[in-house]
């Protein structure tokens, strides 16, 4: 047969492979993984109350520098939001107003509105509440007190303005609680999209064999124990070292919050979503990398010691769940 008889057979060919469903492997795995997770909702509890308003005042206040005692720090500081960052600073932990660091690792803001409660040890119980926190923490922003906040804020104009239009029918306008609910709306808008996503919806090329199996290793080895739910994780309290005890027992996690002996190196599970984009890891960023910490949870939650070949099967899977818009 001379080539140009071929070439029409070879286009065939490729149109019908291109045509063809998914295999009875992937279809399954489809099904299986949006049973086992659900996929995330289109919008954030809270959000109904949001007005345009309110969400364009949260966001120049998410970016707000003068909500720091000398005017150097805001939400987005660790947070980072812009451009490919994935809602945190890539650091162990983060630095406040005054050069001294936290003694946790920052979590991504995307989605967080989701989880069941915000922080590692889930001291607040929504978005309003977490972003009161960092303002008045003393070694984060440093602000003084409530009332100075709303004192400095209301000497801006252009502040006299938003709040206004964001909180026509209030008669004080610029409060604390205001404030944090406008942050709070801002943050509700900070959903993800990522190919797992695509996956579970039921276009079974967007996950390559090798991503396919990474997540045919999640579910079977027990991964989802704990990070389950549309994220992942962000829906429960755990100990950290179920089996294994981790090395670094300084912070007692949610036994700060609550006193409860049970509590003892509980937090919250994180979420996976952009795990590939987000370190490094664990309430004490002192993982570095996505495959030394698939590895040391193998061994600490589930006492089994992960050869590489599933180490990378995972890791190729984790960064499946990487925002379209932000992963390279």
């Known amino acids: 047969m001379n080539l140009t008889k071929k070439i029409p057979i070879l286009i065939v060919l490729l149109t019908l492979s291109v045509a063809c469903g998914p295999s009875e492997k992937s279809k399954r795995l489809m099904d299986d993984s949006k049973k086992t ?25 998410y970016f707000e520098k003068r909500l720091s005692a000398n005017d150097s720090q805001a939400c987005n500081s660790c947070h980072n939001v812009n451009g ?41 119980p929504n978005l309003q509440a977490q972003a009161k926190g960092p303002i008045l923490n003393p070694i984060e922003m440093a602000m003084p007190s409530a009332s100075e906040v709303e004192k400095k804020i209301s000497a801006i104009p252009e502040y006299v303005d938003l709040f206004g239009k964001a909180f026509p029918a209030e008669e004080k306008k610029i409060t604390y609680d205001n404030l944090a609910e406008a942050i709070a709306a801002y943050e509700r808008t900070l959903i993800t999209k990522d190919r797992f996503d695509d996956f579970q919806n039921g276009n079974h090329r967007t996950l390559n064999s090798d ?9 079977s080895i027990g991964c989802i ?26 912070d007692k996690g ?20 952009n795990v590939a984009l987000t370190g490094p890891y664990f309430h004490d960023g002192k993982i570095p990398t996505l ?37 390279n």
Request: charged share 25%; glycine share 10%.
């Open 84 to 124: 490919k960052s994935a809602g945190v600073d890539n650091l162990p932990t983060s630095p406040g107003a005054f050069g001294k660091n936290g003694d946790r690792n920052s979590p991504t803001v995307l989605n967080a509105g989701f989880h069941l409660a915000q922080f590692w040890d889930g001291r607040a």
């Open 254 to 273: 949610r036994h700060n919050v609550t006193k409860n002996p049970a509590d003892l190196f509980v937090f919250k599970v994180p979420s996976l979503r």
């Open 37 to 61: 997770f659900g996929t995330i909702p289109e919008k954030m509890p809270g959000s109904e109350k949001d007005t345009p308003e309110r969400v364009a005042l949260g966001e120049k206040l």
């Open 225 to 250: 124990a704990c990070h389950n739910g549309p994220l992942l994780g962000g829906n429960s309290f755990r100990k950290l070292g179920q089996v294994n005890s981790y090395e670094n027992t300084n």
């Open 291 to 327: 495959e030394e910490a698939v590895k040391k949870m193998g061994h600490l939650q589930l006492g089994k010691e992960l050869s590489s070949e599933e180490v990378n099967s995972i890791v190729s899977f984790l960064k499946t769940l990487s925002d379209k818009n932000r992963s």
């Open 211 to 219: 991503e396919q199996k990474g997540l045919e290793t999640f579910l």
